[in-house]
């Protein structure tokens, strides 16, 4: 079966970077996504990754290992509004996106 | 403000009633999506339609169906409602078909519905 698997939960400090990581088993890969998604809200685009390596945007930096079916999404100099979820998904080999649970992630001042 | 409506925001529905969600999108964008999210699980494909006129099943399909007479419109209906369809559903769009741009075929979401079935 075709499985993504994120940490259900992580805190992390105002100012700090944390890193949420991301692991995949799908049939076929065409691309990573990563999504934010606020509470009572919907997922907003933040990165994408096909090839290896970092894509870095802003605060927010996205690294990708195909070989080792792993993903991880940085994100530094945390401010409170980055209290979200952070999803990550896959694009299978039907193109269809596979998603993980999300991770729940909780900045404290 | 061009993207994606949903409606409505919210609905609580009786068992065995008929229900459709509308979703709305002025990107003119091809492909379009329904899912469902879930406490504890990811996001789940219902239906996709990858351009006007074509629908087709995503991982969670039963007791859903879609139409796409158009280009904007991607009613998802609940022709008998039951309570395990207690979720929130999110409408989404991306400007191509997936694989056939070589672009990213980024999914934008609209606000979501959030439904609950007694």
């Given at each position: 079966g075709q499985n993504i698997d994120q940490p259900t939960e992580m805190t992390a400090t105002e100012g700090a970077i944390v890193q949420i990581n991301c692991t995949y088993q799908t049939s076929g890969f065409n691309g990573l996504f990563w999504y934010q998604q606020h509470a009572g809200e919907a997922p907003t685009f933040l990165s994408y990754n096909v090839l290896d390596g970092l894509e870095e945007k802003g605060r927010f930096s996205s690294f990708l290992s195909r070989s080792k079916g792993y993903s991880y999404l940085l994100l530094k100099?945390?401010?409170?509004?980055?209290?979200a979820s952070y999803l990550c998904a896959v694009r299978d080999s039907n193109y269809q996106l596979i998603w993980g649970a999300g991770t729940k992630l909780i900045i404290k001042p | 403000i061009a993207g994606i409506t949903q409606a409505p925001t919210s609905q609580i529905l009786a068992a065995g009633r008929r229900m459709t969600l509308r979703c709305t999108q002025?990107?003119?964008?091809?492909a379009m999506y329904w899912y469902r999210q879930d406490l504890g699980l990811g996001l789940r494909l219902i239906h996709y339609s990858n351009t006007a006129g074509t629908t087709g099943k995503g991982e969670v399909p039963d007791g859903y169906s879609v139409s796409r007479a158009n280009t904007d419109d991607f009613p998802l209906t609940l022709a008998s409602a039951v309570p395990s369809q207690t979720s929130v559903y999110f409408c989404a769009s991306s400007d191509?078909?997936?694989?056939?741009?070589?672009?990213?075929?980024t999914q934008y979401f609209g606000p979501g519905t959030r439904l609950t079935v007694l």
């Open positions: 100099e945390l401010q409170m509004k980055d209290s | 002025d990107m003119r964008h091809n191509s078909t997936p694989g056939t741009s070589g672009g990213t075929d």
